[in-house]
Each structure stands twice: as structure tokens, then as C-alpha cells.
């Protein structure tokens, strides 16, 4: 499984962003997606999880009530649609993937098994 995501950007505190993560394999609706975060000098961070059938999700804390997660199974891609955007929130972002079988909800870095190569993300205040 190979994962690009993209979208990321400068935008302002307020602001919204829309990333966008697509999946290289034939059965993407066999994984779970996820998306955490990498700010500087500290550990990625879970944000976001969507099961492989689209019908639950799980947020962090941090971004419920701001972030949406998405996907579209016939465009073997997934999507984090970001609003009221904060500075905290200034970040590499990743999308990952899972095995079926697994739980979609898994918050550790190792609960996901493919991961994307990040897209950057920066809130000014």
C-alpha cells in the first residue's frame, strides 16, 4: 500500500484546509485510514481515524468539533477537512493505514501500518 497525501498549506487562524490522502491498492475499502500529526520537536500525535467502511470515525480531543474525516472508496482516497483552524495545530500531517481486521481506532503510531510521507500544514496567528 502506497499513501500520498497532499493539500496541506499556510493559512490563517480561522481559516480551513482540506487534505487530501490517495491510496496506491486495489482493495482500499479492506483498510482503515488515519491521519495523525507531527509538530516540531514532538512525537506524532493521533488526530483522526475512519473505518474501512466509512461508517464510524474518531477524533482526538483536540480537533472534535473542527475536523471531519472522510473517505470515497471509488477514488481510493481519504480526506481531512480542517476548520477553525488554530495555531497549535501547525503540523506535519500523515495519513496511515490499517489492516482490516484491526481496530480502526487504534491511537498508537504502531497500531497503523502503512503510512504516507506527510504534508506540511502551518496556522499564523
Known amino acids: 500500500v502506497q499513501l500520498q497525501a497532499c493539500g496541506g498549506g499556510l493559512v490563517q487562524a480561522g481559516g480551513s484546509l482540506r487534505l487530501s490522502c490517495a491510496a496506491s491498492?486495489?482493495?482500499?475499502?479492506?483498510?482503515?485510514m488515519s491521519w495523525f500529526r507531527q509538530g516540531p520537536g514532538k512525537e506524532r500525535k493521533f488526530v483522526c481515524s475512519?473505518?474501512?467502511?466509512?461508517?464510524?470515525?474518531y477524533y482526538a480531543d483536540a480537533v472534535k468539533g473542527r475536523f471531519t474525516v472522510s473517505r470515497d472508496n471509488a477514488k481510493n482516497t481519504a480526506y481531512l477537512q480542517m476548520n477553525s483552524l488554530k495555531p497549535e495545530d501547525t503540523a506535519v500531517y500523515y495519513c496511515?493505514?490499517?489492516?482490516?481486521?484491526?481496530?480502526?481506532?487504534?491511537?498508537?503510531?504502531?497500531?497503523?501500518?502503512?503510512w504516507g510521507q506527510g504534508t506540511q500544514v502551518t496556522v499564523s496567528s
Open positions: 496511515a493505514a490499517a489492516d482490516g481486521l484491526r481496530t480502526y481506532h487504534t491511537t498508537s503510531v504502531a497500531g497503523w501500518d502503512y
Open positions: 491498492v486495489r482493495t482500499f475499502n479492506s483498510y482503515h
Open positions: 475512519i473505518s474501512r467502511s466509512a461508517d464510524v470515525t
